[in-house]
């Protein structure tokens, strides 16, 4: 497992699936600009000028919405994962 460092993230991206109404499904299609992914390591956060720890807003486990292109793409083992900045999470889902 890769453990990040400052206020990056390591995600896994859900694939997103549509469905037709004659059953079809459409894998790519129409994709939105954003991504759904799963947080799977937390760096320690961030710090100030001061040397203030900031903690990161998000958790291991959250569902997190990012941008379509951000993040480096790694292999880790037979997974591959993306490796963000905490800012790229555009919100948490509840």
């Known amino acids: 497992m890769l453990k990040p460092i400052g206020d990056r993230l390591v995600v896994t991206l859900e694939e997103a699936k549509e469905q037709t109404v004659g059953g079809f499904v459409l894998a790519g299609a129409g994709?939105?600009?954003t991504r759904t992914a799963q947080v799977l390591a937390v760096g320690e956060g961030s710090r100030t000028l001061n040397g203030d720890l900031?903690?990161?807003?998000?958790?291991?486990?959250?569902?997190?919405?990012?941008?379509?292109?951000?993040?480096?793409e790694v292999t880790d083992g037979d997974d591959k994962v993306l490796v963000i900045r905490e800012a790229d999470v555009i919100a948490v889902l509840v």
């Open 31 to 33: 994709q939105a600009q």
């Open 54 to 72: 900031i903690e990161p807003a998000v958790k291991v486990g959250d569902r997190v919405i990012v941008d379509q292109h951000v993040g480096i």
